[in-house]
C-alpha cells in the first residue's frame, strides 16, 4: 500500500501543477481562439480556481478511500480538507460510507442467502458521479454476488439485434446483484440527441421499455433506477478537472465534449424519458449529485433502504492448526523470477 506521505505529496505536486495551468502560468497556454481566451480569463478568477482546487482535492479523497483501511480513525496523517469544506463533515463522511459499506456487506449476504435478484440501473449526465458511487458500493462486496455492468457502444452484429437482447445476458441470477453503469436509457438520451436512433426506433423503445421491466419485476427481479443529477457549471468544473489531470484525461471522449454542446438537448430528452417511463414497478429516483460526498452517502443510503434485508447469521470462524510433515522441503525461488522490491 502506498502510505499516506507519499500519496500527500504526489497529490500536491499535481495540484501545484494544475493551480499553474489554471492561472497561466504553464509553459503551454490554455487556448489559442479569443473563446477559449476569454475562458482561460474566466479561469483567472480566485473564486473559479479556489472551486477546482477542491475538486483536485475531493479527487485525492476518492483515491484516499480506496486505500485507507477499514477503521476510519486510522488516517491522522491526512492532508486539510478542500477550501470551504466543514472539517468535521469530511470526518463524518468517512465515518458514515464505512458504516453504510458495512450495511452493504450484509445486504449482500442477504441477497445471497435469500436467491434474490437486482438490478440496479445509474444514468446521467457525463461526469455526473455515477462511476463514483458504483465503486464505493462495489468496493467491499463480493464481485461473484455484486457486480458492475459497463458496456461499450454496440457493435455492427449488436445493431441488428433486438435492442434490449445484449443487456439481457447480464441480468443477474438468483443470489445476485447487478449494477449498471448506463444502462438501456441510452436509447433515451445520448442516441436520440446524437442521432444514433430513427424516430421508429426511438418510440419502439419507448412502448417497449415499461414492459419489459415489468417482465423483469414479475420474474422476481427488483429494478432500481438513479438520474445523478448536476448543474451546468458543476459539469463544466468536473470537465475542466478531468482536462488538466492526466491520470482522468482518459475520462474524456471527444463524443463528452461534443455532448456538452447540447446541455439544452439532454436536458429535453431527460425529461421526456423519465415522463414515459417512471412506473410504479420500476420508478426513477433522482440523486441530487453537485456535492459528491452527500451525492455518494444519499444515494446508498436510499439503496439500502428498498430492501427489507436482515444480517445473516455466519458460523463461527475457526483457523485450523497447519499441518507439519517431517518430509516438507521448501525449494528456494529463482532469483530470476523475483520481482525487484523498489519499494
Not at 477550501?83 to 464505512?98: A, H, I, K, T
Not at 415522463?275 to 436510499?302: F, G, S
Request: aromatic share 10%; glycine share 4%; charged share 30%.
Amino acid at each position: 500500500m502506498v502510505s499516506l506521505k507519499d500519496s500527500n505529496n504526489s497529490f500536491r505536486r499535481r495540484l501545484k501543477l494544475a493551480s499553474r495551468i489554471l492561472i497561466g502560468k504553464a509553459v503551454v497556454p490554455l487556448a489559442e481562439s479569443d473563446a477559449e481566451g476569454l475562458l482561460a480569463d474566466r479561469l483567472k478568477d480566485e473564486v473559479l480556481l479556489e472551486r477546482l482546487q477542491a475538486k483536485l482535492m475531493d479527487d485525492y479523497d476518492e483515491e484516499l478511500e480506496m486505500e485507507v483501511d477499514d477503521h476510519p480513525s486510522g488516517g491522522k496523517g491526512r492532508s486539510p480538507g478542500p477550501s470551504g469544506e466543514d472539517p468535521v463533515f469530511r470526518r463524518q463522511y468517512f465515518q458514515e460510507l464505512f458504516r453504510l459499506q458495512g450495511e452493504l456487506v450484509k445486504l449482500q449476504d442477504w441477497i445471497a442467502a435469500t436467491g434474490q435478484k437486482a438490478v440496479i440501473l445509474f444514468e446521467g449526465r457525463d461526469a455526473a458521479g455515477k462511476g463514483g458511487v458504483i465503486k464505493r458500493i462495489v468496493q467491499r462486496l463480493d464481485p461473484r454476488v455484486c457486480r458492475t455492468v459497463a458496456l461499450p457502444a454496440p457493435s455492427d452484429r449488436e445493431r441488428t439485434q433486438w435492442y434490449f437482447q445484449r443487456y439481457v445476458s447480464h441480468l443477474p441470477a438468483a443470489g445476485e446483484m447487478v449494477l449498471f453503469d448506463r444502462s438501456w436509457y441510452n436509447r433515451a438520451g445520448v442516441e436520440r440527441v446524437m442521432g444514433f436512433c430513427n424516430d421508429a426506433e426511438y418510440e419502439e423503445f419507448f412502448r417497449s421499455v415499461p414492459e419489459f421491466e415489468r417482465m423483469l419485476v414479475r420474474s422476481g427481479t427488483k429494478v432500481i433506477k438513479y438520474w445523478f443529477s448536476i448543474t451546468d457549471e458543476e459539469q463544466r468544473l468536473r470537465f475542466f478537472s478531468r482536462i488538466h489531470d492526466p491520470l482522468k484525461q482518459w475520462k474524456l471522449s471527444p463524443m463528452d465534449l461534443y455532448a456538452r454542446s447540447r446541455w439544452e438537448q439532454y436536458t429535453e430528452a431527460k425529461e421526456v424519458m423519465m415522463e414515459r417511463t417512471h412506473i410504479p414497478e420500476a420508478p426513477w429516483w433522482v440523486v441530487q449529485a453537485v456535492d459528491k460526498k452527500k451525492a455518494r452517502l444519499n444515494c446508498i443510503h436510499h439503496l439500502l433502504s428498498q430492501f427489507s434485508y436482515q444480517e445473516i447469521e455466519r458460523p463461527p470462524i475457526v483457523l485450523p492448526e497447519r499441518e507439519h510433515h517431517p518430509d516438507y522441503q521448501r525449494h528456494p525461488v529463482i532469483p530470476d523470477m523475483m520481482v525487484p522490491e523498489i519499494y
